[in-house]
């Protein structure tokens, strides 16, 4: 029955993916005009029509449109996602593979820190609701969402590194047990905050009106044992259900944050292709992304079957 | 930025309740935002914005891109009140400048992008055949990719072509518009952002119509014999848009946002224009030694979002008759 509901469901993304790369690809062919004549117009053979026919020929540009976007997404299925055109000619998989895997250790840190933290707030918040206690945690959450991380990481730079001298080098990458972690690990927790105190909190004050919580109340619990047995388990499903939205926060901050503190992660290569105008890589990048967001909200979608036995397979 | 969902149900019961008191959601929505002093305090906040953005570059005292190479990065003085650039320029000309970019790319934004997300969200909502599906998947699809990166794609790639077609334009009519690549850059923000902008509100509308759509009131009207055209003027508008209204606050601040994060990145207002976003990125260089170069732009951006943050939750809260009753 689940593994039905699994293969459904892995079934049904295959379209949106599909139209995923359609949607890059069409943009990239259409919009950025033909890519041979680009890359000749930067040598010193610009103008060399011919030159510019036998590559488009041997690329297989010169093919209609529909043909070359089959051919497109075999050869991402398969793997082969094109070279970059100014990074040494890699290959654009192996930079995205090599960048991955930091951005995901970051993103990690970051979720950890904002579950440890938005929730615990939320529930504050709901249970101390519209006293100054809950106003002060939503505040707080909206003002961590309005200030964008490109002002608050150079702030907290020179708060931290060169006013307070709290942490020697904030700059660069050790994996995740350095403290040159905690600054971009936090900026980045700090961008979905507002989301996940406002869900939990929500969450928190509708499943406190229930009747099993009154029942639970009435039989003298006290009230932390039924925040935690009650409350808890059920405020948790919100959250999960914005993971995808978190996912999204996360790719997108990680543009920013990597880039001002030096991290060789995804974000980065985003920023690298977007200066060099680098349109394999862009391309890319940006259905990785679009993978990551549909992916995580599969995973969403599975855990919450897993979890809620009212969630029917279907 | 996630759109809410605010489910209003209001029965008409209770709206012939209210109509007998002489209030309607409006008033009592209006009576509640009053009220909240978050909610006026942004409200203050933004009006002082648009007026910056509307009248600011009259009284500017500087031109925007006027340079002063022999008062470069000034801190604040009586001639600067907010110092000078590293050219020279006057600081408080460029964030006034800066607050017009914002102010208009937004403006845009929002009104494209609404208007295309109600439209489809309510066509899919009422037309259960094809043409709903296809557009549910289409948003499907457009918020699978994360908004900032489908934007820094298309802006890569649409770029280099709108800026090709003005350049021919030019040529072939001779109007002096389209040698602007002023004019270009905004073009290309503005509607890179409208198509990352639409599907939030297009779900949110959908979503919206179709509870109302089943809604007892709305059955029992269906059933009295009211023509689809009264129920829509009647029934779904009212109910819808409140919602609607309170997810343009929250499109609009996005936008803003959006807008200053592509100028930051490097691809939304090309240099002389002025932006914000473009302005911490210029300056973040020499943020250690003259920090009001960054703290100037990324201030006023912090405050102008938050107010339109707080102006939002006050409103979610005054049109939302839920909400407001806990």
């Known amino acids: 029955m689940f593994l039905r509901y699994v293969g459904r469901r892995l079934l049904l993304s295959v379209p949106v993916m599909l139209a995923v790369i359609f949607i890059t690809y069409s943009l990239a062919i259409y919009g950025a005009g033909d890519p041979v004549a680009t890359i000749v117009g930067q040598t010193e053979q610009r103008g060399n029509e011919e030159l510019i026919e036998r590559l488009r020929q041997r690329h297989g540009y010169d093919r209609p449109f529909l043909v070359q976007y089959v051919d497109y997404v075999g050869k991402f299925v398969t793997g082969d996602w094109g070279t970059s055109f100014q990074l040494q000619n890699q290959s654009v998989r192996v930079l995205i593979f090599r960048t991955l895997p930091v951005s995901f250790q970051l993103g990690l840190v970051a979720v950890l820190i904002l579950l440890l933290v938005g929730i615990p707030l939320g529930i504050l918040a709901a249970v101390k609701q519209n006293t100054w206690l809950d106003r002060l945690v939503v505040s707080f959450s909206v003002l961590a969402d309005s200030i964008p991380s490109f002002v608050l990481a150079p702030v907290l730079l020179v708060v931290f590194v060169l006013k307070a001298g709290l942490i020697d080098s904030a700059i660069g990458w050790d994996g995740i047990f350095s403290q040159k972690i905690i600054l971009p690990a936090v900026i980045l927790a700090l961008g979905p905050m507002l989301l996940i105190v406002r869900q939990t909190r929500f969450a928190v004050i509708e499943v406190l009106q229930q009747d099993y919580v009154r029942t639970a109340r009435a039989k003298g619990l006290r009230g932390r044992t039924v925040v935690w047995t009650h409350v808890l388990r059920n405020a948790v499903q919100p959250v999960i259900t914005v993971s995808g939205i978190i996912a999204a926060y996360l790719v997108t901050g990680s543009i920013f944050i990597e880039q001002i503190f030096g991290i060789p992660g995804f974000g980065q290569l985003v920023v690298t292709g977007l200066r060099r105008n680098d349109l394999p890589l862009l391309m890319g990048t940006t259905i990785v992304a679009a993978v990551i967001v549909l992916t995580s909200n599969l995973v969403i979608d599975l855990m919450y079957a897993v979890l809620d036995p009212r969630v029917k397979y279907g | ?326």
């Open chain 2, 1 to 326: 930025m996630s759109v809410r969902t605010v489910p209003v149900t209001l029965g008409d019961a209770a709206r012939a309740q209210e109509r007998i008191k002489h209030r309607s959601l409006w008033r009592d929505a209006w009576t509640s935002a009053i009220r909240n002093p978050f909610a006026m305090g942004g409200a203050i906040i933004i009006m002082v914005f648009v007026v910056a953005a509307v009248i600011g570059p009259y009284v500017s005292p500087y031109s925007y891109t006027e340079q002063d190479l022999f008062n470069t990065e000034h801190p604040p003085s009586w001639d600067h009140w907010f110092g000078t650039d590293e050219l020279g320029r006057d600081f408080l000309s460029r964030i006034l400048y800066g607050a017009r970019t914002a102010f208009l790319v937004a403006t845009l934004v929002t009104v494209v992008g609404g208007a295309i997300g109600v439209v489809l969200g309510a066509t899919a909502a009422l037309s259960e055949g094809m043409l709903g599906g296809a557009i549910m998947r289409l948003t499907d699809v457009l918020m699978s990719f994360p908004h900032l990166l489908l934007a820094v794609f298309a802006n890569a790639t649409l770029r280099p072509l709108v800026q090709d077609r003005f350049n021919t334009l030019h040529e072939i009519t001779g109007i002096g518009i389209f040698r602007s690549q002023l004019i270009a850059d905004y073009l290309v923000v503005f509607g890179i952002l409208a198509l990352v902008s639409w599907p939030g509100m297009a779900r949110l509308v959908r979503g919206q119509v179709l509870s109302l759509k089943h809604a007892e009131f709305v059955e029992a009207a269906r059933v009295s014999g009211a023509e689809p055209r009264w129920i829509i003027l009647r029934h779904l508008v009212p109910n819808t848009l409140g919602p609607v209204i309170v997810s343009l606050t929250a499109a609009f601040g996005s936008a803003m946002l959006l807008e200053s994060a592509l100028s930051y990145l490097g691809v939304g207002i090309q240099p002389p224009g002025a932006s914000w976003g473009a302005m911490i990125s210029e300056n973040l260089d020499m943020w250690r030694y003259e920090p009001h170069l960054v703290l100037v732009p990324g201030g006023v951006l912090a405050v102008v979002i938050f107010a339109f943050n707080f102006f939002g939750d006050g409103l979610n809260d005054a049109l939302n008759p839920r909400s407001r009753r806990r």
